[in-house]
């Protein structure tokens, strides 16, 4: 099972590479199961042709109970693919990573992977904090790999780095690690030069390079995927590309 937390600096555009790839995966016959770990919850929408799975801790809130069974928090979205969202507490009160934990816990408690028998699970965390409730994706048990999702942007680099730091520093736990980078292009000035340069300074793979496009926009004002869209698009080979690097590198055992 190949199980991936995708991390970024915030609006860098993680939602929109997790649910290409996660339509990508299915597009390659794999079974998917994607877990959106943000309290806005809009990870999954444009596999869900923009209508929204109820929160995990929405429904908790709503009915002041555990739901019994996955479909009660979860959706099938484009491709087969598994939607789950967890949600966060009411703003302005609680802690959301205490919510991805929360989460998590029942996920387990409903043999989710058990009962979906999944090849792929895709989480898509939010913004850059690797602490805790947001580290939850990195344990064992969850994700195997992280991919920092970044721009040659100065803050999304600075963001970038700290992931890499921090999931560095949780290797003695038997964490995840850092499998590489996607770069998602802003079109700046020597953008693909400071990319390479600070992965290469780090000793990370550029696992993919997503180009600004236009039919991206296009497509998720329609609430899909580019995959779904077209996907004999040239963005969307990019997409099916990387998601057979990924999985090929799954099927190798991670050897290099």
């Not at 799954?250 to 290099?256: F, I, K, L, M, P």
């Given at each position: 099972m190949?199980?991936?937390?995708i991390?970024?600096?915030?609006g860098?555009?993680?939602?929109?590479?997790?649910?290409?790839?996660?339509?990508?995966f299915?597009?390659?016959?794999?079974?998917?199961?994607?877990?959106?770990?943000?309290?806005?919850?809009?990870?999954?929408?444009?596999l869900?042709?923009?209508n929204?799975?109820q929160?995990?801790?929405?429904?908790?809130?709503?009915?002041?109970e555990?739901?019994?069974?996955i479909e009660?928090?979860?959706?099938?979205?484009f491709g087969?693919?598994?939607?789950?969202?967890?949600?966060?507490?009411?703003p302005?009160l609680?802690?959301?990573?205490r919510?991805i934990?929360?989460?998590?816990?029942?996920?387990?408690?409903?043999?989710?992977?058990?009962?979906?028998k999944?090849?792929?699970?895709?989480?898509?965390?939010?913004?850059?904090?690797?602490?805790?409730?947001?580290?939850a994706?990195?344990?064992?048990g969850y994700?195997?790999?992280v991919?920092?999702?970044?721009?040659?942007?100065?803050?999304?680099?600075?963001?970038?780095?700290n992931?890499?730091?921090a999931v560095?520093?949780?290797?003695?736990?038997?964490?995840?690690s850092?499998?590489?980078?996607?770069?998602?292009r802003?079109?700046i000035?020597?953008?693909e030069?400071?990319v390479?340069?600070?992965?290469?300074e780090?000793?990370?793979?550029?696992?993919?390079d997503?180009?600004r496009?236009?039919?991206i926009?296009?497509f998720?004002?329609?609430?899909?995927?580019?995959?779904?869209?077209?996907?004999?698009?040239p963005?969307?080979k990019?997409?099916?590309r990387?998601?057979r690097v990924?999985?090929?590198h799954?099927?190798?055992?991670?050897?290099?």
């Open positions: 190949l199980k991936i937390a991390y970024g600096k915030g860098i555009g993680k939602s929109t590479i997790t649910s290409n790839l996660s339509a990508a299915s597009k390659l016959g794999k079974r998917v199961i994607q877990i959106g770990c943000d309290p806005k919850a809009d990870s999954t929408f444009n869900l042709g923009g929204p799975v929160p995990v801790m929405n429904y908790i809130r709503e009915f002041d555990d739901p019994e069974q009660d928090i979860s959706k099938i979205g087969g693919v598994l939607c789950i969202e967890t949600g966060g507490p009411t302005g609680g802690c959301a990573g919510g934990i929360a989460t998590f816990s029942l996920l387990e408690d409903l043999g989710l992977f058990e009962r979906f999944p090849d792929v699970v895709l989480y898509d965390v939010l913004g850059d904090v690797v602490c805790g409730g947001f580290a994706p990195l344990r064992a994700a195997d790999e991919i920092i999702v970044t721009s040659g942007e100065k803050m999304a680099l600075y963001a970038a780095d992931i890499n730091e560095n520093n949780f290797a003695d736990r038997s964490y995840a850092v499998r590489g980078i996607i770069l998602n802003r079109d000035v020597d953008e030069h400071k390479r340069s600070f992965a290469a780090r000793n990370l793979e550029i696992i993919g997503v180009p496009n236009d039919d926009t296009r998720e004002d329609m609430g899909k995927t580019v995959i779904e869209g077209d996907d004999s698009l963005i969307s990019i997409f099916l990387i998601a990924l999985w090929e799954e099927e190798t055992g991670y050897e290099e």
